[in-house]
């Protein structure tokens, strides 16, 4: 669903679009998430690549099932990702780690996260036209 969000932003050539779909999304505590984590300069992941995987097959999305628990997308944002920047895991344990997270993932989520890893969502906009919203 958060790929969703951001494909759609990304296919919006209108900066004025742009916002009013992140306007339309700002209760999503998800994307709200990955916005900060991707472009909050305090935060640092430490990996500069990442690394080659293949998406579980089987995987189900976030936005498809309607757990009562927290999401795989969310359980990546506050833990996996919790544990690389407070370097709980650093160097080729970090890589390997978030390697076999990765995989655990389905396609759409694997890309969100990687997404926020690499600081760049790709989605046509940045941190000043999301503290606008």
Do not use: M, T, Y
């Given at each position: 669903m958060i790929n969703a969000i951001?494909?759609?932003v990304a296919?919006?050539?209108?900066?004025?679009?742009?916002?009013a779909i992140l306007t339309?999304?700002?209760d999503n505590?998800?994307?709200?998430e990955?916005?900060?984590l991707a472009y909050d300069p305090t935060i640092?992941?430490?990996?500069k690549k990442i690394p080659a995987y293949t998406p579980a097959p089987g995987a189900v999305s976030a936005g498809d099932s309607e757990s009562a628990g927290e999401s795989a997308l969310e359980y990546a944002l506050f833990n996996i990702l919790n544990d690389i920047a407070s370097r709980k895991r650093t160097g080729s344990n970090a890589i390997e780690y978030?390697?076999?997270q990765l995989e655990r993932l389905c396609a759409e989520d694997a890309k969100v996260l990687a997404k926020v890893i690499d600081r760049d969502l790709?989605?046509?906009?940045?941190?000043c036209t999301a503290n606008k919203v």
């Open positions: 951001l494909e759609e296919n919006e050539p209108s900066k004025n679009a742009k916002i339309k999304h700002k505590d998800v994307l709200q990955v916005i900060r640092n992941f430490f990996i978030l390697k076999s790709r989605a046509g906009f940045g941190e």
